[in-house]
């Protein structure tokens, strides 16, 4: 089996497997909780060849990883004693915004530049707070990405966000900036993103 870091055919039809399941299923807009992104977690590792089998859907601070500490670059993720805590954060403000854009965008509606606009930032937001968090021992990227083309989608905007290998374009630049808590660098390559997708 595939390591779960090595960019392989297995990981790469685990990441399109789970984005035809999202994007199937957006126009129903189920909830987007801290569960979801577990099962997304362990769906992309599927089949792969993991440090630790318990690991997939697993976040730090948790029963057996209680000491794992991530650091990106110069960045360190927030402490594993902390992640339960951060996560609650970002459950509720994620379904907080999520239950406004509901109410504000009607199903199979065509967003207005404002709305889009907002969409775009919410998608920045939550991808940029979950590298900021960093609650897995890997394979953050890859479902704050999923999460990012979620929310697009459940607004009617095609997945916008390669989800493998990470783009490129600043992509990298933006991350550095989440984890200093700054989303807004991740909003200018999405938007650049999106334009590019919609041609």
């Known amino acids: 089996m595939p390591d779960w870091d090595q ?10 497997g789970l984005l035809r399941e999202i994007r199937d299923t957006a126009r129903d807009r189920e909830a987007l909780t801290l569960k979801v992104l577990r099962g997304w977690h362990q769906e992309v590792l599927r089949g792969l060849t993991l440090p630790d089998d318990s690991f997939a859907g697993k976040f730090r601070g948790e029963r057996g990883l209680e000491d794992v500490e991530i650091r990106i670059g110069a960045h360190m993720g927030v402490r594993a004693s902390d992640v339960k805590g951060a996560l609650h954060e970002f459950e509720q403000t994620l379904k907080r915004v999520v239950s ?11 967003l207005d530049s404002d709305q889009l606009a907002a969409v775009v930032d919410f998608c920045a937001w939550a991808h940029a707070e979950w590298i900021r ?7 953050n990227g890859r479902i704050a990405r999923t999460l990012a083309n979620a929310i697009a989608m459940r607004y009617g905007i095609p997945p916008f966000v390669r989800l493998r290998p990470r783009p490129d374009g600043g992509y990298g630049a933006a991350g550095e900036m989440a984890m200093r808590g700054n989303w807004k660098a991740t909003a200018v390559i999405f938007q650049q993103m999106l334009l590019e997708t919609l041609g």
């Open 7 to 16: 960019d392989s055919p297995r990981l790469q039809e685990n990441l399109l």
């Open 100 to 110: 406004r854009l509901d109410a504000l965008i009607y199903k199979g509606e065509e």
């Open 133 to 139: 968090i960093h609650p897995f021992a890997n394979g």
